[in-house]
């Protein structure tokens, strides 16, 4: 998710290989050879952290779900666990990862365990094990003479090599970006059309977007990837970063809408679906399309509900109900993410918290919205946290203790005033209560910081603004 969100940019590492297949070809002459039409891989995902006891598939008929699977089943190709490997990377769950892509090494001899072998060198160089990512590099190199798997080994060792806190996915990003940038580009381009190539480009695009935050840059990288691959699934994965690109970095909400909606309406990979039905939901919920998020994020629930991300959907999609005032649903999916053990987001315990306090507010219970809104400390939320404790004590006649919580709304976020409305309301407060010395410093910085604001006329009753200059 985008909260992620972003673990889901920076982990592209692995997910091309979600659409990886034993039929892919095992033999790659050179750079001129090209990538083969990539079957999408079966509809599967992980439910249970991998354990050392075999376990069975579910029975036929069971739906996409595979139950109680483990890195030892048999029933698993290379390909199937290094997309199961990627689901737990996704969710920054590196040991489950780590253990899928060792059980992938360990099948019979093929492109896609060696390609296995090679990504799980790169986990373990960037947990801190450069020995160990260093000899496993060396096997791959000592049992294949695939080209092509050779020149992946040399990229990832020296990745490896430039900085290994760095050149990894999600939270391993600290430094060295220049270094790897320069790596993503040189194989982008000396393995065009390829496995190799395609792995590279997406990586490419993904640092120029989290590392140097250049989205348009990355939005180029991505589109050209949809044509140099295209009948490939590097081309819908390129196509629905492309999307997240143009929405969450860029803020063209209108055009992200298009892409998703036009994605999701040609893929045929499970995987593109999940991603793009979650990120539309969270867009619509940004451009408070209210009824529209709360579809897709249902459809989401409904449709995947073994996913990791499905635990922080029920967040989002509480949040969504009570701005529509279906509190009993808000109550219901808020209260079912809190109930949930296994670690969560700040940002959606946060907002869980803040959709309790909503609801209890509505309902006129003013002692459990206070706690409520109380315990929300994410960023994000916190000024309208703050903003609520003002009204529910203002309802409860505490005007001091409700001008203190709005001034603390005033500048939640930065410790500067950064809110408009909230200087408003604290002073109409102020006023209410005869503060006046607090009244006039509130004037003061309203026409300092906001004088093009109507928070400010409603305040000064006077347009405060200062003159536009002629043209």
């Known amino acids: ?18 659409f990886a297949s034993e039929s892919t070809p095992s033999a790659v002459v050179g ?12 509809d599967k995902a992980p439910v249970a952290a991998p354990a050392k006891a075999e376990a069975k ?15 030892v089943s048999g029933d698993l190709s290379a390909a199937d666990m290094i997309a199961l490997a990627y ?31 090679v990504l799980l060198a790169e986990a373990r160089g960037y947990s801190g094990d450069t020995s160990g990512a260093q000899t496993l590099l060396d096997q791959v190199r000592s049992r294949r003479q695939d080209a092509e798997v050779s020149a992946f080994a040399d990229l990832v060792q020296a990745l490896v090599q430039k900085e290994p806190s760095w050149c990894g996915h999600g939270q391993r990003f600290y430094s060295g970006k220049e270094a790897c940038l320069a790596l993503y580009a040189d194989a982008a381009q000396k393995w065009k059309g390829t496995y190799l190539g395609g792995w590279a480009s997406i990586r490419l695009a993904a640092t120029y977007r989290s590392r140097f935050a250049q989205p348009e840059q990355a939005i180029t990288v991505l589109e050209q990837i949809s044509k140099d691959y295209a009948g490939t699934p590097f081309s819908e994965y390129a196509l629905e970063d492309a999307a997240a690109a ?22 045929g990979s499970d995987f593109i679906r999940q991603r793009a039905t979650l990120h539309l939901g969270e867009l619509l919920m940004d451009t408070n399309h209210g009824d529209g998020a709360y579809e897709a994020l249902a ?10 991300d499905t635990v922080g959907v029920y967040a989002l999609r509480g949040s969504v109900a009570a701005q529509l005032n279906r509190y009993d649903e808000a109550v219901a999916d808020a209260t079912r993410y809190l109930s949930v053990t296994a670690p969560k987001l700040t940002s959606y315990t946060g907002r869980a918290h803040f959709t309790l306090g909503q609801a209890a507010f509505a309902r006129g219970d003013l002692t459990r919205a206070e706690g409520e809104f109380a315990q929300v400390d994410d960023e994000v939320l916190a000024g309208q946290a703050r903003a609520s404790l003002g009204h529910v004590r203002a309802r409860r006649g505490d005007l001091g203790g409700a001008l203190s919580a709005f001034l603390e709304a005033a500048t939640a976020v930065k410790g500067r005033p950064c809110e408009p409305l909230y200087l408003y309301q604290a002073g109409l ?8 010395a607090t009244l006039d410093q509130l004037v003061q910085v309203m026409i300092a910081e906001f004088p093009y604001s109507h928070f ?6 006077r347009n405060v603004a200062p003159p536009l200059p002629a043209f």
Do not use: C
């Open 299 to 308: 459809k989401f629930i409904s449709t995947w509900p073994w996913h990791a």
């Open 57 to 71: 598939a579910a029975p036929k008929g069971e739906g996409k779900q595979l139950a109680q699977l483990t890195p």
């Open 456 to 461: 400010a006329t409603l305040l000064t009753g």
């Open 87 to 117: 689901e737990y990377a996704w969710n920054e769950d590196y040991d489950a990862e780590r253990a899928w892509l060792e059980a992938a090494a360990t099948k019979p001899a093929s492109t896609d365990t060696a390609r296995a072998a």
């Open 246 to 267: 143009v929405t969450f970095s860029l803020n063209r909400f209108g055009e992200g809408r298009q892409r998703y909606e036009q994605l999701l309406a040609t893929t």
């Open 31 to 42: 750079p001129t050879t090209q990538v083969a039409k990539l079957p999408t891989a079966p």
């Open 1 to 18: 998710m985008r909260t992620h969100r972003l673990a889901l940019t920076l982990g592209l590492s692995l997910g091309v290989l979600l």
């Open 429 to 436: 407060t102020a006023r209410r209560i005869g503060d006046q």
